[in-house]
Protein backbone atom coordinates (compact mmCIF):
# COMPACT_ATOMS: atom_id res chain seq x y z
CA UNK A 1 0.00 0.00 0.00
CA UNK A 2 1.51 3.35 -0.82
CA UNK A 3 1.33 6.11 1.03
CA UNK A 4 1.90 9.80 -0.24
CA UNK A 5 5.30 11.14 0.92
CA UNK A 6 5.76 15.11 1.51
CA UNK A 7 8.26 16.26 -0.03
CA UNK A 8 10.35 19.48 0.60
CA UNK A 9 11.34 21.84 -1.87
CA UNK A 10 15.55 21.70 -2.58
CA UNK A 11 18.14 23.64 -4.51
CA UNK A 12 18.84 21.24 -7.26
CA UNK A 13 22.45 21.97 -7.22
CA UNK A 14 22.97 20.98 -3.11
CA UNK A 15 20.20 17.84 -4.12
CA UNK A 16 22.81 16.33 -6.73
CA UNK A 17 26.06 16.59 -4.82
CA UNK A 18 24.19 15.03 -1.74
CA UNK A 19 22.77 12.28 -3.36
CA UNK A 20 26.31 11.76 -5.25
CA UNK A 21 27.93 12.06 -2.18
CA UNK A 22 25.44 9.20 -0.25
CA UNK A 23 25.46 6.82 -3.61
CA UNK A 24 29.09 6.64 -3.51
CA UNK A 25 29.12 6.02 0.46
CA UNK A 26 26.32 3.52 0.02
CA UNK A 27 28.52 1.77 -2.32
CA UNK A 28 31.83 1.79 -0.15
CA UNK A 29 30.00 0.51 2.64
CA UNK A 30 28.37 -2.38 0.89
CA UNK A 31 31.42 -3.60 -0.69
CA UNK A 32 32.93 -3.40 2.55
CA UNK A 33 30.50 -5.28 4.57
CA UNK A 34 30.32 -7.36 1.70
CA UNK A 35 34.11 -8.12 1.79
CA UNK A 36 33.62 -8.67 5.51
CA UNK A 37 30.77 -11.55 5.20
CA UNK A 38 32.98 -12.94 2.29
CA UNK A 39 29.62 -12.72 -0.10
CA UNK A 40 29.01 -10.74 -2.80
CA UNK A 41 28.10 -7.21 -2.50
CA UNK A 42 25.65 -7.16 -5.43
CA UNK A 43 22.37 -8.97 -3.63
CA UNK A 44 23.01 -5.86 -0.87
CA UNK A 45 23.56 -3.04 -3.17
CA UNK A 46 20.29 -4.29 -5.18
CA UNK A 47 18.35 -4.22 -1.74
CA UNK A 48 19.68 -0.45 -1.35
CA UNK A 49 18.84 0.80 -5.04
CA UNK A 50 15.37 2.05 -4.05
CA UNK A 51 14.34 5.57 -4.54
CA UNK A 52 12.18 8.06 -3.22
CA UNK A 53 10.98 11.17 -5.32
CA UNK A 54 11.85 14.39 -3.97
CA UNK A 55 10.49 17.32 -5.35
CA UNK A 56 13.31 20.17 -6.68
CA UNK A 57 12.89 23.71 -7.11
CA UNK A 58 15.63 25.87 -8.40
CA UNK A 59 17.14 28.70 -5.89
CA UNK A 60 15.83 31.50 -7.73
CA UNK A 61 12.07 29.83 -7.49
CA UNK A 62 9.15 31.64 -8.16
CA UNK A 63 7.71 33.59 -5.52
CA UNK A 64 4.44 31.06 -5.20
CA UNK A 65 7.17 28.35 -3.52
CA UNK A 66 8.31 30.62 -1.01
CA UNK A 67 6.23 30.90 2.43
CA UNK A 68 4.51 34.12 2.79
CA UNK A 69 4.60 33.63 6.60
CA UNK A 70 4.95 37.68 8.04
CA UNK A 71 7.60 37.22 10.80
CA UNK A 72 10.29 39.05 12.15
CA UNK A 73 13.86 38.52 10.64
CA UNK A 74 17.30 38.83 13.05
CA UNK A 75 18.30 41.78 10.85
CA UNK A 76 15.11 43.87 10.72
CA UNK A 77 13.42 42.62 14.28
CA UNK A 78 11.53 46.45 14.06
CA UNK A 79 9.03 45.27 11.06
CA UNK A 80 7.21 42.01 9.70
CA UNK A 81 8.19 40.54 6.37
CA UNK A 82 7.74 37.49 4.39
CA UNK A 83 9.63 34.60 5.60
CA UNK A 84 10.75 33.68 2.29
CA UNK A 85 11.76 30.01 2.96
CA UNK A 86 10.79 27.43 0.93
CA UNK A 87 7.69 26.22 1.40
CA UNK A 88 6.42 22.34 2.24
CA UNK A 89 5.27 20.59 -1.24
CA UNK A 90 1.48 20.30 -1.04
CA UNK A 91 1.28 23.44 1.72
CA UNK A 92 1.72 27.17 1.30
CA UNK A 93 4.00 27.85 3.67
CA UNK A 94 7.04 26.30 5.22
CA UNK A 95 7.58 23.57 7.71
CA UNK A 96 8.50 26.24 10.57
CA UNK A 97 5.51 28.43 10.06
CA UNK A 98 2.99 25.26 9.10
CA UNK A 99 0.58 25.81 11.88
CA UNK A 100 1.94 29.26 13.39
CA UNK A 101 -0.24 32.58 14.12
CA UNK A 102 1.01 35.44 12.84
CA UNK A 103 2.89 38.01 15.72
CA UNK A 104 1.60 41.02 16.78
CA UNK A 105 3.77 43.55 15.63
CA UNK A 106 3.21 46.71 13.36
CA UNK A 107 3.12 46.14 9.83
CA UNK A 108 4.78 47.82 6.93
CA UNK A 109 5.53 47.39 3.58
CA UNK A 110 8.39 45.96 3.07
CA UNK A 111 10.98 48.42 0.93
CA UNK A 112 14.19 47.16 -0.71
CA UNK A 113 17.30 49.53 -1.45
CA UNK A 114 20.47 48.46 -2.84
CA UNK A 115 19.64 44.82 -1.02
CA UNK A 116 19.16 46.64 2.46
CA UNK A 117 15.08 45.77 3.70
CA UNK A 118 13.75 49.07 4.74
CA UNK A 119 9.74 48.96 6.35
CA UNK A 120 7.30 51.81 4.73
CA UNK A 121 4.90 53.46 6.89
CA UNK A 122 1.57 54.56 4.79
CA UNK A 123 2.64 58.23 5.29
CA UNK A 124 5.71 57.70 3.25
CA UNK A 125 7.81 57.22 6.51
CA UNK A 126 11.25 54.74 5.95
CA UNK A 127 12.45 52.67 9.08
CA UNK A 128 15.22 51.15 9.33
CA UNK A 129 15.11 47.27 10.08
CA UNK A 130 16.14 48.18 13.69
CA UNK A 131 12.58 50.52 13.87
CA UNK A 132 14.55 54.16 13.75
CA UNK A 133 13.26 56.60 10.67
CA UNK A 134 15.33 56.43 8.22
CA UNK A 135 14.12 58.56 5.35
CA UNK A 136 10.88 59.10 3.32
CA UNK A 137 9.27 57.59 0.25
CA UNK A 138 7.10 59.13 -2.25
CA UNK A 139 5.82 56.35 -4.33
CA UNK A 140 8.22 56.80 -6.71
CA UNK A 141 11.84 58.33 -5.10
CA UNK A 142 13.55 57.12 -1.96
CA UNK A 143 15.35 59.67 0.15
CA UNK A 144 17.61 58.37 2.90
CA UNK A 145 18.52 61.13 5.90
CA UNK A 146 22.41 60.53 6.17
CA UNK A 147 22.20 59.77 10.05
CA UNK A 148 25.83 58.98 10.70
ZN1 LIG B 1 8.03 30.34 6.80
Known sequence: MDQPQASVPVPQVIWESLELTLSNVVRA?????????????????KALSGKIKVHLVEEDAAEDA????????????????PCGQPILWGSTRCPAHLVATEPKLRKMSALKHEDVLYG????????????EPVGFYDGTRLTLLNTS
Open 29 to 45: LTKDIAKSLGKSHEPLA
Open 66 to 81: RCPFMCQHAETPAFLS
Open 120 to 131: LEEDGTVYSGQG
